[in-house]
């Protein structure tokens, strides 16, 4: 393959195919935001009891598919007859986006401070998001003095999403590229090389989203928008990445090769055992979230599996054509030269910081891993400062009209009465389900029971004595569910915005059970196959496990600064993949290359030259992916802010830490039975070399 993509006639056959690609993803790419399922982000599986109810609620209670408005007032000095005037003539004027044209009389607080209105919309969503942006209008227009309004329910909150993302996805594009390039200016001291390696991400991110797209409309896969954003971020890190790697060995070899095809297919030949491992682990790493029964969670694997398979093939067969079609000048205005006698020339000599951290870690290997494995016990202390359970008025990164209105409401009517549970039984059995719920401990009122047109469900509000989102009210709507199973033909469900809540964390846990460890044997799988080991496999995933707890844990405290500490449900599972997949992927460009030098040099000397010469390459790659995650913190939600922040911090973890210090260092202190029990394990050493960083014989560079 390396010699077909860097052939002479090849090259141009490459970019040909490569160029009718592009004519007929790109339409497809654009369309990606059609397809877009952002309900998803909030649903939970279809077996879950509070999707039962909901199900069951609205079969038997029909209505319309509308979203509902609440107009909220409020004066803190209690309302006058103005505002009740101003409320009485925005219900008259609110009648004709109602549905029937009918809006419920006004709900007043206890207080005698605020007023709400609240009904659904009527037509369709183009006619009910024209409705919400009038409303709007008419709440922020002349009120009396002092009087406070809000929109908010479910019109509102849909309404503040669309504004928060409106340009969002051309945003964060530009951030993540324009953070990309500057790196990748620093990287090459370049100005024209940086450019080859991000059109050709950029055309991997394209690729990937038609993919995505046509599997969206046609073959049911599940797509919103934090999934398409993470797959943006994901296909231009791990691109530049696989360039990085690339352009590294193609470097090289243009310094011994006069032929710069042949330098490319040595470069491609050598790069391509170690790009593709790393998408294997990360692509399997991504589809084993197939497993999870949390929808945001389930979708989000075969996107970004997809993602990692296109990045793959765009940067070994187009990069590769472009480079060997530019020659050597696109290097300016460092061209690396050919020179007849650096045939035998050692690459370590042209890294010699890094042969400097090689010689530290040769000379006190058993202190470098118990000090760097001590560093990362440090971190992990941060994890104190976050919690799990994300809080609806917390999700968005500032305050939007929704949120306030939310705020508004729950700060004048008690919150057990707005979000009641709602118990969804046989009608037959309506007066002994509603005897039964009042005597749960935690249930403070019970609501009459309204039947379905056909008589054979009712539906029985229960409101609770605590607040919905506590876990006393959980712990209620646990008893409740309990106590209710009980009641003989009943069939009874319990609904509502506690349950959801409790379901939630239950569908999280046990995918966090299921999920993880199998994400652990599943890339270890990969890197006992790719490394033909078992020891060296078990030391590599003991560390991204180390690295991933101490991740979140410096997260911690830079959340806990911005704010933002709770986290959202399904962040650590997605998260935990993240670290191991792409944690694992620079230790697999270390062991590969060490692989390769221990079978000539030894083990000792083999593993400090493969920590010399690829510690640039490696760091590089580390850095440009963690922009790219970081990248994500300039989207307005707070679960894209802390996905951000903690894959960003754990990837430098892994680059500065882990790969650099912890694992040459576990190595070289568990020896050669590193690669039991592999034949490389049995291998005599070669003589000891003066230093630990040698010259390699002109045998093994030029092979």
């Known amino acids: 393959m390396a010699g077909v993509v860097a052939g002479r006639r090849a090259k141009f056959a490459m970019l040909a195919l490569w160029v009718v690609v592009a004519a007929v993803v790109g339409p ?26 909901a199900a069951r609620a609205e079969a038997a209670f029909p209505g319309p598919d509308a979203l509902v408005a609440v107009a909220v007032y409020a004066r803190d000095t209690g309302l006058t007859e103005a505002d009740r005037a101003r409320v009485a003539a925005d219900r008259a004027t609110f009648a004709r986006y109602a549905v029937d044209g009918i809006v419920p009389p006004e709900l007043p607080s206890d207080d005698g401070r605020a007023l709400l209105l609240s009904f659904p919309l009527a037509g369709t969503d183009e006619a009910q998001s ?20 809000a929109l908010t329910g479910s019109a509102g909150a849909e309404d503040d999403l669309f504004d928060a993302f409106g340009g969002m996805d051309s945003t964060l594009l530009f951030a993540t590229i324009g953070a990309v390039a500057l790196l990748l200016l620093v990287t090459y001291r370049s100005p024209v090389l940086w450019l080859i390696p991000l059109l050709t991400a950029g055309l991997a991110s394209q690729v990937a989203s038609a993919v ?17 954003n993470i797959l943006t971020v994901l296909v231009l890190g ?42 294997a682990t990360v692509g399997a790493g991504l589809l084993c979230l197939l497993a999870a ?29 472009v480079l060997v079609l530019f020659g050597r000048w696109v290097f300016w205005p460092f061209v690396p030269r050919y020179t007849a006698g650096l045939a035998g020339h050692d690459v370590a000599e042209d890294h010699r910081g890094w042969a400097r951290v090689a010689r530290f870690v040769g000379r006190r290997p058993r202190t470098t891993w118990i000090g760097s494995t001590l ?42 009465q707005l979000a009641p549970a709602e118990i969804v039984a046989g009608a037959g059995s309506a007066g002994q389900v509603a005897q039964v719920a009042r005597g749960v401990d935690g249930i403070a009122e019970v609501g009459p029971a309204e039947r379905s047109a056909d008589g054979r469900w009712v539906r029985i509000p229960a409101v609770l004595v605590d607040d919905p989102g506590t876990e006393g009210a959980k712990e209620s709507v646990d008893r409740l569910r309990t106590a209710l199973r009980a009641v003989p033909g009943a069939d009874a469900l319990v609904g509502g915005e506690t349950a959801y809540q409790l379901d939630t964390d239950r569908v999280t846990a046990r995918d966090d059970r299921v999920v993880m460890p199998l994400i652990l044997l599943v890339v270890f799988l990969v890197l006992v196959v790719l490394l033909r080991a078992l020891v060296a496999p078990l ?33 650590p599972l997605q998260t935990f993949l993240f670290l191991v997949a792409l944690g694992v992927d620079y230790t697999i460009f270390l062991m590969t290359r060490a692989r390769e030098e221990v079978a000539v040099l030894g083990h000792r000397r083999g593993v400090l030259h493969a920590l010399t010469v690829t510690g640039g390459v490696i760091t590089s790659a580390g850095v440009v992916l963690a922009t790219t995650f970081a990248a994500l913190s300039v989207m307005p939600l707070v679960p894209s802010v802390q996905t951000g922040v903690i894959v960003a911090v754990g990837v430098l973890i892994d680059t500065f830490l882990v790969r650099s210090l912890l694992i040459p260092a576990l190595a070289l202190s568990v020896g050669p039975a590193t690669w039991w029990p592999g034949r490389l394990s049995r291998r005599a050493a070669p003589p000891a070399a003066p230093t630990p960083v040698d010259p390699v014989p002109a045998a093994v560079v030029s092979r």
């Open 28 to 53: 497809l790419a654009l369309k990606l935001t059609e397809v877009q399922q952002n309900d998803n982000l909030g649903a939970l599986p279809g077996g879950a009891e509070a999707s039962r109810a």
């Open 130 to 149: 024209t409705a919400v942006g009038e409303i709007r209008q008419r709440l922020g227009d002349g009120g009396p003095d002092g009087l406070r309004t």
């Open 212 to 228: 995505v797209y046509l599997l969206a409309e046609y073959g049911g896969l599940t797509v919103d928008f934090q999934s398409q």
């Open 238 to 279: 791990v691109g530049v990445d696989y360039a990085l790697l690339i352009v590294a060995r193609y470097r090289e070899e243009l310094r011994r090769h006069e032929d710069r095809h042949e330098a490319m297919a040595l470069a491609l030949r050598r790069s391509f055992p170690a790009m593709c491992a790393s998408a």
């Open 293 to 321: 029964e949390l929808p945001s969670t389930r979708g989000l694997g075969p996107v970004g599996a997809v993602g990692i398979a296109a990045t793959l093939v765009a940067m070994s067969t187009l990069l590769p054509a």
């Open 375 to 416: 560093a990362l016990g440090v971190l992990v202390l941060g994890i104190g400062n976050l919690s799990i359970g994300l809080p609806g008025d917390e999700f968005f990164t500032r305050e939007v009209g929704s949120v306030t209105g939310q705020r508004m409401v729950e700060a004048h009517w008690p919150a057990g």
């Open 539 to 571: 030391l590599l995933m003991a560390s991204v496990v180390l690295s991933y707890v101490a991740a979140l844990g410096a997260a911690g405290l830079i959340l806990d600064a911005l704010g933002h500490p709770r986290l959202w449900v399904a962040l």
